[in-house]
């Protein structure tokens, strides 16, 4: 059996070889290292797969939250809510900017953003919601939108997990991740779902204006040649980079399709044992991980392991050879740099429980089913001894 790998870009590498150094090679050929054609080409193609009006390409995800930010506009003492349970790049960038960053609880079932602790939170400063997708499945987009309405509040998605899938409203009709809200933005890290080799990310709306306002802060506030209308920043995405985005965009779909089926045999394995509780679709999609699954792409895997030792779950798998990560082991609200005394132990007690609970489990394009097989045997005999 191969060595098993939390993710495994070489074995995906190897499949795509020939394209991606053609792609890079082209890119060094013409040396249009920074803003040349590949970056154009890529933005269009993502433009194309995801249904939306303008990609803006930037430097890396928390850059594209902090430009969404910036070009909406949002001020100095202006209040964000968002999920206490996920990454720091969207709490720090909404801190950086001095906005207020008011962190609520999440639900145990999705770990996404709970719509009625954003209800609770809002204030006469509250300006914006950025739910996270996150592990790769949308948060209550439906219910944000209709809060966001009611209140005059401005919607950022933080698509760096979830690109690719679907959401799917009431109605039937679907949109993809990170094209929903006023603005979304992705990460295009190397481990992210479609991922560089090296730091890449995107900004994505429907809104002209926004777009061309947005189009003018990544590069230096510039709308003109030499003339700085705003403050902006450098933020780009390298054309080496672009190349690599773009041979691997027309394989993103059977990306997410395999980490599906990879999903589908750790549930099926794991779904007679009540202190494993496996993931749970959330978005209209029943309980199954069914064939045609588009409303989770599993950018992480992530179980709940109830009434047993999670540390020594995870210190017994890495004994074992097997990686394993916790994401998240501490909630937002109790980190160093966000701890803010309006906060209530109480209005964190989903949170305050995940981070005792949740382990991932290998998650990529490469996994084999022996690698699963020795995974879940592996959990499933120290669950049970
Ligand atoms: C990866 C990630 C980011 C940041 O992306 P970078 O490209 O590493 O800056 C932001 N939010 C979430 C939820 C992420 O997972």
Known sequence: MKKIQMVDLKGQYSEIKEVVNASIENVIENTAFINGPKVHEFQKNLEDYLGVKHVIPCANGTDALQIAMMGLGLKPGDEVITADFTFAATVEVIALLNLTPVLVDVNEDDFNIDVEAVKKAITPKTKAIVPVHLFGQCANMEAILKIAKQHNLFVIEDNAQAI????????????KAGTIGDV????????????????GGAIFTNNDDLAHTIRGIVNHGMYKRYHHDVVGVNSRLDSIQAAVLDAKLPKLDAYNTSRQSAARKYNEAFKNFKNIITP???????????DTCDCHVFHQYTLRIKDANRDALVKHLNENGIPCGVYYPIPLHKQKAYLDERYNETDFKVTNQLVKDVISLPMHTELEDEQIECITSTIIKFING
Not at 164 to 175: C, E, H, I, L, V
Not at 190 to 195: I, R
């Open 164 to 175: 690719g899938a679907n959401y799917k409203f009431g109605d039937g009709t679907k949109a």
């Open 184 to 199: 979304g933005a992705t990460s295009f890290f190397p481990s992210k779902n479609l991922g560089a080799y090296g730091d």
């Open 280 to 290: 749970k679709l959330t978005n209209g999609c029943g309980d199954t991980i069914c």
